[in-house]
């Protein structure tokens, strides 16, 4: 079993215990942001924040990590001593789930003792940074084929369990309908979609006995599969089918394409089922989709339904990650600012506002000090107050649903698949200060 306090790098152990060696535990705080959108965002969408909110607070040290870590002859006897009553006590402050954000707006803020702070880095980053890249790739399916049924269908190719797990739930909260992955169903509550594998019509004699025998076993969800030999030949089965099918009180509900020509062949099958009174059955298609593909089948007018999307989603292919960073930004009242080259961080605590026209869309974001006034509306709200939620946290249909109220006020540049010239993010005058007296200091 994973254990939550070990799931770190080895270096916020080596910190934590020099840190306990020179008796540094004070006040810190730390933001984590992205750094810089890839090519092909246009906008990011926060997602991982319940996870993270759990991962603080199941944190603690168990028997057995205590003495898998003393076994390791790394650390004093005195530090591990130090970590058996170790839980989170501290802050924080985060965009709401399914928020639009851009570069170097922080999403999250934790604000605790030294030795709880860093300790938590790795593990927030890799909840925080994965929910949110997959998320911010979907949400771009949801865009290119609005009204149209999306399922997540990334399980077998997902880089794990969990990530399998994390991005049906991010996926679904940008806007996809449901998953294929049925502990997803279970875990999260995200409806849960399937059809047949084209092995169920191979172990069968016939095509026509095994879309039959499916039907029965599945009279309230009969989805079958047709693209194992012939399409076409095996669409005017589904329809020498569907009549006998009825007698029986069974009605075919949706027909799946897999390969080949998606348009062409949803066309041409549209046409057999249309010509056979059968105009109730659907098309569902699948197989190496992605954004770009779906935006293609959509302008071509292709009479799809719906899609399963996969592989090239919850791995967000295209940009397989984000450069995010989680920085310390102060400690013990003191601003702290990086300035290493090309990774430079803005210090102290920030706020991001957020200009909306009257209109409803956003016109831009500024990024202040935290207790600096600004106009417009603040991102980041208050989740935790010493260790404790302030409130419970929204549903994922909250969230979902707060996704695609954000997603809609963007503007209509952003919200297309091409790259565009951005989103204005200023950066406030006293923040700009506050750097520049930072670097003097240091």
Sequence with gaps: MQSPALLTDLYELTMLQAYHAEQMNGRAVFELFVRALPRTRNFLLAAGLAQVVEHLQELRFGADD?????????????FLESLRDLRFTGDVDAM??????????????IVAPLSEAQLVESRVINLMHY???????????????????????GLRRSHGAEAA????????????????????????????????????????????????????????????????????RAARRVVELAGRLAHRGISIKGVRID????????????????????????????????????????????????????TRMNTSADAPYLDCAYKLQEYEGRARRKRSAGKATWPGRKQVWRQIASDGRFERDALRLADEPGSGVALLAPVMRAGKLVAALPTLAASRAHAQAQVAALPPALRALDECSGYEVEISPALRALAAEVDLST
């Design 66 to 78: 205590l003495s898998w870590l003393a076994s390791t002859g790394r650390f004093s006897p005195r």
């Design 96 to 109: 709401p789930e399914g928020s639009v954000f851009f570069a170097d707006e922080p999403i999250l803020r």
């Design 131 to 153: 929910q949110t890249l997959v998320a911010s790739k979907a949400v771009r399916s949801a865009l290119a084929a609005p009204g149209r049924l999306l399922v997540d269908f």
């Design 165 to 232: 797990l994390l991005s049906a739930r991010a996926s679904h909260l940008a806007g996809f309908t449901g998953t294929a992955t049925v502990e997803a169903g279970r875990a999260f509550g995200i409806p849960v979609y399937g059809t047949m594998a084209h092995s169920y019509v191979q172990v069968h004699a016939d095509e026509a006995e095994a879309f039959e025998r499916f039907a029965i076993a599945q009279p309230d969800n009969a989805i079958l599969l047709i693209d194992t030999y012939d399409t076409e």
């Design 259 to 310: 390969s080949g020509d998606l348009g062409e062949h949803a066309r041409r099958v549209r046409t057999i089922l249309d010509s056979a009174g059968l105009a109730s059955i659907t098309i569902f298609a699948s197989g190496n989709l992605d954004e770009h593909r779906l935006r293609d089948l959509v302008a071509q007018r292709a009479p799809i339904d719906g899609f399963g999307v996969g």
